[in-house]
């Protein structure tokens, strides 16, 4: 059958062993969209690993809750937000640190889903080389899924995806005034 004018010819389909997913953009929904397929790889009987490059151990989110309920690996290993930190030397040590963890996690081929949140921010404020991150997403063992979340992937990460969501924001409820609410932002 012949396509339609302008319409590119579908590929032919295969399975992929794993893929690599991006959910970046400055609107909100990436690290929720992430933890939505932490929820549906685990009913699949997957082994799940979630390293958090910004937020602390101190966080108790709605999703780390459900994640220690499921027996998840979870690491929170930041300090929280840059524009709140009182040593910036700090948080980036934390970066590298979350990196470490999270390398050898990727590496290990223990996980069939490794979701690294907020890992470009760390790219992106120097605390961890992109061409770093494209390597060890490019080693990983053949079964091993990844998502990496944050706001503006840099270019070689979206090369090296599978696919990139870029969630745009439309308008956001803290432009009115309105803070988190627990159950909807954490």
């Known amino acids: ?29 990436k690290s929720s969209a992430a933890f939505g397929v932490m929820g549906r790889a685990w009913a699949r009987g997957w ?16 999703e780390q809750k459900l994640a220690a309920h499921l027996g998840i690996e979870w690491h929170s290993l930041g300090d929280g937000f840059t524009w709140e930190s009182s040593d ?13 963890v999270a390398r050898a996690r990727l590496a290990s081929g223990d996980y069939q889903l490794v979701i690294l949140d907020e890992i470009t921010y760390a790219m992106t404020y120097g605390w961890i080389a992109t061409d770093e991150v494209v390597a060890a997403l490019a080693a990983r063992p053949a079964t091993t899924n990844v998502i990496l979340t944050g706001r503006q992937a840099p270019d ?11 969630m745009r924001l439309v308008k ?7 803070r988190a609410i627990k159950g909807i932002e954490f």
């Open 1 to 29: 059958m012949n396509e339609p004018r302008g319409v590119p010819a579908r590929p032919v389909l295969h399975r992929a062993r794993s893929v690599v997913l991006v959910n970046t953009g400055d609107g909100k929904g």
């Open 156 to 166: 070689a990460l979206v090369e090296a995806a599978d696919t990139v969501t870029e």
């Open 88 to 100: 910036l030397d700090e948080s980036a040590a934390r970066g590298r640190h979350a990196w470490e």
């Open 47 to 62: 082994r799940v690993c979630v390293v958090q490059f910004l937020k602390s151990g101190t966080w108790h989110s709605g």
């Open 172 to 178: 956001h409820a803290y432009d009115r005034g309105i």
